[in-house]
């Protein structure tokens, strides 16, 4: 398709309520930029949006991330010109062109292509805020990660690993359990029951410092039972839906457990934490310390098949759209 066009939402539903249609690109603003997208990421965020488990306005663009290059910049504008490739994040990049502000674009490496940046902006940024802000990760400590090949968990493991902790991860197959290993956990748990028991008895007893769990409702409470006196329990997803409300005192029967349910965008309010958090995952990307893991390509017109890809849990890595 060569007419621009966008994924837009008139209601909620199933992936079938993404629709194509053609549209003509707002002209950049004081301050902001228009980009020719190269491709944007998919996200299960994304599908919280479609079902309306998190409410939004219609008509509605999904999308949190993408890439491509500057294809116009508005009044004001110094940093970036015309041709510059760049990703970023913003709402509505189901898209072939995006406009926003320029502050939030970030200005790729020549050595990362715009396809790898949309694929792991926003989860290499998540996994960023998970290891490095919102709970610092010491080395000689030891992290249970649940869904450790999705997009975020492809991440969070190599980049645990390399900063010194060991890995304990849970997923759903023998063959991601093989791809967890190779990403760089010690430890793999097949199959969601029983967990706990079985990182006890990884641990000696003791139990893991910090869970990080995306599945939600089906693998809070072995995350809880799972961790060590004072240890961090993460919930950062909803994949199998919701956490069921938890009361205070399930804290204190764990041994003083801290519990939050973070969100990336409050660690990256201003440009200067989204550079300084960029600067840290561009270069892990270009260490080799982490990868793009595209495991799967889709039309950006194919979103509906792309939001089933995802919700069914037969995807790995990353998904990105392409227009």
């Known amino acids: 398709m060569t007419q621009p066009y966008r994924i837009q939402m008139h209601e909620t539903g199933g992936p079938d309520v993404l629709k194509v249609e053609d549209f003509i690109p707002r002209k950049p603003g004081p301050g902001e930029v228009t980009v020719r997208q190269s491709a944007a990421g ?173 599945v939600g409702k089906i693998s809070a409470e072995e995350s809880l039972s799972s961790l060590r006196p004072r240890g961090w329990f993460v919930t950062y997803g909803n994949a199998s839906g919701p956490v069921d409300p938890i009361p205070p005192g399930r804290l204190t029967q764990g041994g003083s457990l801290i519990m939050t349910r973070p969100s990336l965008f409050n660690f990256i309010p201003d440009a200067d934490s989204l550079t300084r958090g960029a600067g840290l995952l561009f270069s892990a990307l270009k260490s080799g310390t982490i990868h793009a893991d595209i495991g799967q390509r889709f039309p950006l017109s194919e979103a509906a098949k792309a939001h089933e890809a995802i919700e069914s849990g037969t995807t790995t890595g990353a998904t990105v759209l392409v227009p």
């Open 42 to 214: 998919l996200n299960f965020i994304d599908t919280y949006h479609r079902t309306g488990l998190y409410p939004v306005k219609f008509p509605f663009t999904p999308g949190q991330e993408g890439a491509g290059a500057v294809q116009e910049v508005g009044e004001g504008v110094t940093h970036l010109k015309p041709g510059d490739k760049v990703a970023y994040l913003g709402s509505g990049t189901y898209t072939t062109h995006f406009t926003g502000p320029a502050d939030r674009m970030i200005l790729l490496p020549d050595e990362i292509l715009p396809q790898d940046a949309a694929a792991v902006l926003l989860k290499g940024l998540t996994a960023w805020a998970l290891l490095f802000e919102i709970r610092p990760l010491q080395a000689g400590e030891t992290i249970l990660v649940w869904a450790p090949v999705g997009g975020v968990g492809s991440l969070l493991v190599p980049w645990a690993a390399s900063l010194g902790a060991r890995v304990i991860a849970v997923t759903s197959t023998e063959a991601k359990a093989e791809k967890a290993k190779a990403l760089g956990a010690s430890d793999v748990i097949v199959g969601y029951e029983g967990v706990a028991a079985k990182v006890k008895e990884l641990t000696g007893g003791r139990g893991v410092d910090v869970a990080y769990d995306s």
